[in-house]
């Protein structure tokens, strides 16, 4: 079965002025464990809306999110998933090397493991060199695969990533895409990947699912079936 699978789900966002906006129609999708997919689309389509109902930040309006057979809710509770957002939300004064173990400390991973994880993360996402460093002294490329590296910390089932290089300048971004396949080649985690740059989810994912606007439905489901890098 899926490890993640998303039935009939809708959304519609009340708005003051009495028109609701309807951003899901009826979106029904399955996702097996291991595969990289990017949710494809327009601005306004409904992708971080489906990213945030996955993510539990959002209830959908009707339908239904179960994640190995349990609730965003539990798998949200568990931090069972990691997530990176178009900006990393760093703290500035801390270093690199705090940023990535907060979550862990929040979690009660003990402190020898913490310094092993930071280790290992530090060096997936190549910063070796700059984990005593602040964030205002990377370039936003670094700043952003310290969002990677802190979100995968924690060993999370998944990661759910919204537009995290569209930031970014054209040579960051593909050469983040490239380490972001290295790095998913290694880890094998299942990835969600939100983006409205279509060469970009073709080089990255296993399948692309490209949502329509007006009002978000699932138009295509595409498998890519590429050699990697
Ligand atoms: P995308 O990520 O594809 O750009 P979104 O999921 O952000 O799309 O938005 C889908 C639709 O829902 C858009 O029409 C957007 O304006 C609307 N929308 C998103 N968030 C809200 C909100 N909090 N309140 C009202 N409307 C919203
Ligand atoms: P990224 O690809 O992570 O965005 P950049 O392309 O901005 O990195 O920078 C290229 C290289 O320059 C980095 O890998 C790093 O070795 C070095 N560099 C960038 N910013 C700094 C900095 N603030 N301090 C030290 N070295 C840096």
Request: with cysteine; proline share 7%; charged share 25%.
């Amino acid at each position: 079965t899926a490890e993640i699978q998303i039935k009939n789900v809708s959304m519609t966002y009340p708005v003051n002025n009495g028109e609701d906006v309807v951003a899901l129609n009826d979106v029904s999708l399955d996702i097996q464990e291991g595969e990289f997919i990017s949710l494809l689309g327009p601005s306004g389509c409904g992708k971080t809306t489906l990213l945030r109902i996955i993510a539990d930040l959002l209830q959908p309006t009707s339908g239904s999110v179960s994640i190995r057979g349990q609730s965003p809710r539990d798998i949200r509770m568990q931090k069972k998933y990691g997530i990176v957002f178009q900006s990393p939300v760093l703290y500035d004064w801390r270093t690199v090397r705090r940023n990535i173990c907060m979550p862990m400390e929040i979690m009660g991973i003990p402190k020898k493991e913490r310094t092993a994880r930071i280790n290992q993360m530090l060096e997936l996402v190549g910063l070796q060199d700059f984990g005593y460093k602040y964030p205002f002294e990377l370039s936003g490329g670094m700043q952003q695969r310290v969002g990677i590296a802190r979100a995968l910390a924690l060993n999370p089932e998944f990661l759910l990533m919204d537009e995290p290089f569209s930031a970014l300048d054209e040579f960051t971004r593909e050469k983040l895409n490239e380490d972001l396949l290295s790095i998913w080649s290694k880890t094998k985690k299942t990835v969600i990947f939100v983006t409205h740059n279509i060469p970009e989810s073709v080089f990255l994912s296993d399948r692309v699912v490209v949502l329509s606007p007006h009002p978000g439905r699932l138009s295509a489901v595409v498998d890519i079936d590429l050699p990697r890098p």
